[in-house]
């Protein structure tokens, strides 16, 4: 149970990292930002794979890091229009 725990926490991290890479915001989050960016990107990429009918989470395989990097960039897209909007 622990170590499936570690290791959807590196695959968040993973995620939240490359997601930061694409949307040019690597230098300004750090490696805690990367994982909540990351796992909370997960949660809305599935969310979103879901809703369009194709497979959100699949299990521990490069589609499930795919679907959380689209859901990480999906939300540093929205972040960064709220913070433009504030």
């Known amino acids: 149970m ?3 725990i570690i ?3 590196i695959l968040g991290a993973a995620a939240g990292w490359i997601a930061s890479i694409i949307m040019k915001r690597d ?3 750090g490696a ?3 994982i909540i960016v990351g796992i909370v ?3 809305l990429g599935g969310f979103l794979f879901n809703t369009l009918g194709l497979a959100g989470d699949t299990g521990f395989n490069l589609w499930t890091l795919f679907v959380a990097i689209i859901g990480s960039v999906v939300l540093l897209f ?3 229009v709220v913070r433009r909007a504030a």
């Open 2 to 4: 622990l170590v499936n």
């Open 7 to 9: 290791l959807w926490i």
């Open 27 to 29: 230098a300004q989050m």
């Open 32 to 34: 805690l930002a990367n």
């Open 41 to 43: 990107g997960a949660v």
């Open 78 to 80: 929205l972040i960064g």
